[in-house]
């Protein structure tokens, strides 16, 4: 039983590294047509067990929940004619605080930030 728990789990992590970026619409799309069928119950219930050990993270992107195997901290660019979700490196963005004072007592621990444009493959079709 542990045995097939361990590799549901590497099925999930691993379609995930392909895909990039998904939701668990698209997880489970790719894995019932490269792996054998497995239940939406199943597949949830190992991205809540990658996501308590820190293996892959969850992001808001408008209403859906994308998530990604956790790498160095970046931020994301969403393609609003493909949808594309494309990672940009946290080097590449300047963010800084106007004014702390505003924030009173609350500490800030993350950010999470999303660009939305058109990307290089949808602007070179035109
Ligand atoms: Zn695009
Ligand atoms: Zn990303």
């Known amino acids: 039983m542990i045995r097939r728990n361990t590799s549901q789990r590497q099925i999930v992590i ?75 490196p946290e080097s590449v963005v300047d963010l800084k605080l106007k004014d702390q004072k505003r924030l009173d007592k609350n500490s800030i621990l993350d950010c999470e930030i999303i660009f939305t444009g058109v990307c290089e493959n949808c602007k070179n079709k035109n």
Request: proline share 0%; aromatic share 10%.
């Open 14 to 88: 691993d379609s995930l590294a392909c895909l990039g970026h998904a939701t668990s619409d698209d997880l489970i799309n790719y894995i019932n047509n490269n792996y054998s069928n497995i239940s939406l119950a199943t597949i949830y219930r190992n991205l809540n067990i990658l996501l308590d050990e820190k293996q892959i993270k969850k992001f808001s992107v408008g209403d859906n929940e994308v998530y990604e195997v956790s790498k160095e901290k970046h931020y994301h660019f969403k393609c609003v004619i493909c949808n594309n979700i494309i990672d940009i």
